[in-house]
């Protein structure tokens, strides 16, 4: 005897189908059992198809949200304003207002400063002793290029003669003075600007302008070599630098204008007249002679050599002048400008 269907309690008791009935047509209602069991297929599917997280469609999706996302950001975000002349003009007016600006003279003598070095000559005893008495005279006493008269210290068997000033032209150690400061020197020593000592030997002279080309021993490892400028453009109220060792004190600068071009200068004693020079009152005194003259932008225009004072204290008055720089770079070797 067959035993009928046993049911889940969720749905209520049919009678068991006949063996007629038991081919399942496919046209089954739902009602009929052929029916729940087309169902549970069908839900199977709809598990199988369900997406997961690490199918494709659902990074795509991610993707595309982000990138919705970001556009609307950048959408949102207040666009920069255009800088206008008035801006750039109010940032340097307020910067001019809180910050304490340089001169235009100290930034001329940072400038020209790693090229200014310190001359010093020396001579031996034995020798200026003779010098001196040659020139000794009823009332006459020789004249001290530096800041004292004869000096009886000294290394050895030396003693300094002159104190001046040079500057560097060329970075292999080139350096422009006056001739008058290391003339008749047994030995001349060079200080350059980061203390480093050295000795120096004369290359050139060029005796009409009071020059002299010297060629260190040794230099910085750092040289930096003066910019030279025409003064061709030069003109009388221009501002100028002179920067040396006035009475071995420095390096010293003062400021100036240029008070003429094309001047003439005989030295006091009467046996040297220089012409074309550059007239300036910058302040330069016994020691200032071979410095540099430079103009607002650190360029040297001139080597101070000379200053007129009618008296015997050959100090400074307000009158200086200078060899240009074509001149003094003809003494080098160096092509004019």
């Known amino acids: 005897m067959r035993r009928p269907a046993l049911y889940s309690s969720s749905r209520p008791a049919r009678p068991a189908a ?29 598990r199988r198809f369900a997406l997961s ?18 556009a609307g950001s950048l959408a949102l975000r207040p666009m920069q304003r255009k800088l206008t002349q008035e801006d750039i003009n109010a940032a340097v007016m307020k910067t001019m207002e809180t910050q304490v600006m340089p001169s235009e003279y100290a930034r001329a003598y940072e400038n020209v400063r790693p090229a200014v070095v310190r001359v010093m000559s020396y001579i031996k005893k034995s020798r200026l002793k003779e010098t001196e008495q040659k020139l000794a005279k009823p009332g006459a006493k020789p004249k001290s290029l530096g800041p004292h008269d004869t000096d009886v210290t000294g290394e050895g068997d030396e003693v300094e003669n002159g104190v001046g000033t040079g500057v560097v032209i ?11 400061v290391v003339q008749g020197a047994d030995r001349i020593k060079i200080v350059f600007y980061d203390g480093l000592e050295a000795e120096a030997t004369v290359t050139g002279v060029q005796a009409e302008n009071d020059l002299a080309v010297l060629q260190a021993s040794k230099i910085p490892d750092d040289m930096i070599a003066a910019t030279m400028r025409s003064t061709n453009d030069l003109a009388p109220g221009d ?40 007239q300036f009152d910058a302040a330069a005194n016994p020691g200032n002679s071979g410095g ?46």
């Open 53 to 70: 997280p690490t199918s494709p469609a659902m990074m795509w999706a991610a993707i595309v949200l982000l990138a919705i996302a970001l």
């Open 239 to 278: 501002k100028v630098l002179a920067v040396g060792f006035p009475f071995g004190i420095g390096p010293s600068a003062s400021g100036g204008v240029v008070s003429g071009l094309g001047r003439v200068f005989r030295s006091p004693e009467g046996k040297q007249e220089m012409k074309n020079l550059i």
């Open 170 to 180: 060329i970075d292999k150690g080139v350096i422009l003075t006056n001739l008058h």
């Open 18 to 46: 006949s063996p007629q009935d038991a081919p399942a047509s496919p046209a089954a209602t739902p009602d009929q059992p052929g029916a729940s069991a087309a169902v549970a297929p069908a839900g199977t599917r709809r």
């Open 292 to 337: 540099p003259l430079v103009t607002m932008d650190g360029e040297v225009v001139g080597i101070v050599t000379a200053i007129l004072n009618p008296t015997s204290a050959r100090t400074f008055l307000g009158i200086g002048f200078a060899v240009p720089i074509e001149n003094a770079a003809s003494a080098a070797g160096l092509p004019p400008f």
